[in-house]
């Protein structure tokens, strides 16, 4: 089975669809942080990914090592989120 090469304009369509992706989810990243868990929750939602809180002051939750580009990973302490990851 052969693949399909694409065109110079299928591939700079492609390239501009990846970066506008990225640039969304660091935008999603920044975003939540300094909110609470009920904020950050609110916010994926509405960019349909679900949360998963990874650490909790020095408490550090079980995760799996799997990647899901549909799950925001954060870390909270003092109640507000300190650092998020798409994965």
Known sequence: MSKK?????????TEVVDVVHN??????????IGMSYEEAQKVAIEEKKTV?????????HIGT?????DRLNI???????????IG
């Open 23 to 32: 640039l969304r989810v660091a935008l999603l990243q920044e975003r939540v």
């Open 75 to 85: 870390d909270i302490e003092k109640g507000l989120v300190v650092r998020a990851a």
């Open 52 to 60: 998963r809180i990874t650490r909790e002051d020095d408490k550090y």
């Open 65 to 69: 090592r799997d990647f899901s580009p």
């Open 5 to 13: 090469r694409l065109t110079k304009s299928e591939n700079l369509t």
